[in-house]
């Protein structure tokens, strides 16, 4: 295949990136017949709300995303398909715009947010952060119109061989009003330009960093990602979800450090909820109906319990991050 055959327009630093990606939405939803339908049917999607002690959740019925809730991510499997986010894999009507570091924006087909984009890296890469945490900030800083998700390859990315990120429409997951409304009551510190606040009774235990400085940033991340590595020395990278979003004053980064990939309930058949940062956010997708109706406030609460840092380590973290 030619890469150009791929490519909606060929970007260079002069371009406004931001809109080509509104183009390239534009484009796809009404080019691509299966995007244009899944869009569409968006619209209709049932969606319930539920409170828990003051914060929100919404459940949203989306039987197309039983693709990524039920993936296969086990090294066999893994090893045994054709990565789909690879270019040469992707399917003839897709395409998309290149970016800085070999990224390519795309146009999720399979949405939740109602824009929904995949950045993927053009080449086969494993999923991991260290070293493309400073891109997820560019990104966020470019597409000031959305939300930046990065999911750990054992938190919720269905492709943990193939780095990507994904990007969702600002405004539609819970936790970006509802840090607002509670970050002069969280625990706070600061390094450097970097604020940092950690959100203990939010059912999800949660560091944000909030900054107008790229460098303090990489810098302050750089430490808590070794501070968790040092707790999960069995893995190849800390496990943890990230939300990441920007105006033009400031970046807001949220991470959710994790113990678990999936809840007992998924092992047992009885709730199909892979977590991954849409469900740190505030939003539980339920490819199946029977979850979507049935999915509760309790196991709402056991799921984050089972799959979050718990209290004591996390009191721990907090320690070490106020030494730093
Ligand atoms: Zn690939």
New binding site residues.
Partial sequence: MNLDEKIFYAADATDNIAFLTEQLFTWQTSSWQMAAANYNGLHKTLVRTLEIGGIHFAIQFNPERIRSAAAKVDAKSISERK????PH?LPSEQQGIPTGDDFFILVNPYPIFPKHLTI?KL???NQMIAQNIGTMLDISAVLTDYVVLYNGPKCGAS?P??LHFQAGSKGFLPVEKEFEEMKSRLLMHRYKSVEISFAVNYLRRMITLQSNSKNDLLEIFAKIYSLLAALQPQEPEPMLNIICYADKNAWIMHIFPRIKHRPVQYDRGQLLISPASVEMGGVFITPRSEDFEKITEEDIINIFDQITTGEIEFEKIITEINNL
């Fill in positions: 990565c789909f986010l690879c894999n993927s080449q086969h890469t492709a061989d193939h």
